[in-house]
């Protein structure tokens, strides 16, 4: 047996019987309805999409991030994917986007035969570095594609200032950021289209699923035609045509019931959710006070355009080598923290695919220095202590 889940017990974290780190750095956390939603998806005789529990979660989502119209997808990456066919992203056109990022922030674009154009960091908010992206726009250019990288949301005011100046799209990739705001609102309501993730490890979860957010009014009609393989199946089954067609190019973007009666149940908890993971993430900010105040980590910048919901805590090393030697350290004592992004434009795809816009500093310099602290709704007081008390002890504190 591979996990247990009592279904009475609720605020519960999959057990596995794979083998993990002692303390390993993501368990999906469960909780408590998703057993019962399912069997009552099971009940409803519904399992393929778009049923009751993706339109509870469609509602959820158009209330909880302010916006328009909610697609569920099977991922995050599918959400990239339906963007860029309703962005219509034609063969040659450049799309924006930092190089620190998930791989398919730009393979979503690649897929429509465009061109990532990589755009540096800022080094306070790991962020796509907003004074860049004018200066990277050609006459090719159709979109921006502002990844909020940790939960921290990108300067969206100028963002979108630019992206109206020059006709362009703005797709955010709001993986990390679910539940964290900007200026007061849930980031993913400013640009035309949003990305999520609800991959296990992101905040909330549902194995492998994910969601499109729609602002533009005027793109709802194409969006529901391309989430349906790119027919006009919503208005056959409202009874407004008497045939049921391939109107253009689509895909089968909408994950099934069981997946949507999962993903609710973790809606639900939204912000226990998200509490337990600020609570973690301060208590890793407060530890770590001290070293950074002896020079010997960087803690993330506290940026005061929004609150963050604890998606990702990090810390910033010295050089690549202190880096991995902490790494090394950690991972001796069985406690799972990681680094991620390889950059894309030094990556083998980023290179055949896309273009570097400049040399990129910063994004080379954090991704040698960056190390991620295990983060998880059940991770107890005690773990985050001792993490703490390790890393002070790796330098002799
Ligand atoms: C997780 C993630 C994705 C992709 O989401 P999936 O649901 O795993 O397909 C895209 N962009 C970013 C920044 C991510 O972190």
């Not at 860029?84 to 450049?94: F, H, K, N, V, Y």
């Amino acid at each position: 047996m591979a996990v247990q889940i009592e279904k009475t017990s609720s605020k519960k974290v999959l057990n596995s019987a794979v083998p993990q780190s002692r303390i390993p750095y993501n368990k999906p956390y469960v909780a408590g309805k998703e057993l019962e939603y399912i069997e009552q998806a099971i009940a409803n005789s519904q399992l393929s999409g778009n049923g009751n529990y993706t339109e509870k979660c469609h509602k959820w989502l158009e209330d909880n991030v302010e916006v328009k119209k909610a697609f569920l997808t099977h991922s995050g990456t599918a959400a990239l994917e339906m963007a860029s066919l309703i962005a219509d992203i034609q063969p040659g056109d450049e799309v924006i986007m930092p190089s620190f990022t998930f791989v398919t922030t730009a393979s979503a674009f690649v897929l429509r035969s465009a061109i990532p154009i990589f755009v540096d960091i800022r080094p306070d908010t790991l962020n796509i570095d907003e004074q860049l992206i004018a200066k990277a726009i050609t006459s090719k250019t159709k979109a921006i594609v502002p990844v909020h990288y940790a939960g921290v949301s990108c300067d969206m005011e100028k963002i979108c200032q630019i992206a109206e100046q020059h006709k362009l799209v703005v797709i955010e990739d709001a993986a990390h950021a679910l539940k964290a705001t900007y200026k007061k609102r849930p980031v993913g309501c400013m640009g035309s289209m949003s990305a999520l993730s609800f991959h296990e490890t992101k905040n909330i979860i549902a194995g492998e699923a994910g969601a499109l957010l729609l602002n533009d009014e005027s793109m709802i009609r194409r969006a529901e035609i391309i989430w349906e393989k790119g027919t006009n199946r919503k208005e056959f089954h409202l009874g407004l045509t008497d045939k049921y067609t391939w109107q253009e190019l689509g895909s089968s973007f909408p994950p099934s019931e069981l997946t949507a009666a999962f993903l609710f149940a973790q809606m639900e908890e939204a912000d226990f959710i998200t509490n337990r993971r600020v609570q973690i993430w301060e208590l890793y900010h407060k530890g770590f006070e001290q070293l950074e105040m002896q020079n010997l980590v960087q803690r993330p910048v506290q940026w005061s355009e929004g609150e963050r919901n604890g998606h990702i805590y990090y810390l910033l090393l010295e050089n690549n080598q202190v880096r991995n030697e902490l790494l090394k350290f950690l991972n001796d004592r069985d406690i799972k923290a990681v680094f991620h992004y390889i950059p894309l434009h030094t990556a083998p795809a980023g290179q055949r695919y896309g273009k570097a816009f400049g040399d990129l500093p910063h994004t080379i310099d954090i991704s040698g220095r960056l190390l991620r602290m295990p983060l998880w709704v059940g991770l107890e007081d005690e773990s985050v202590a001792e993490i703490i008390a390790l890393v002070k002890q790796f330098f002799g504190k």
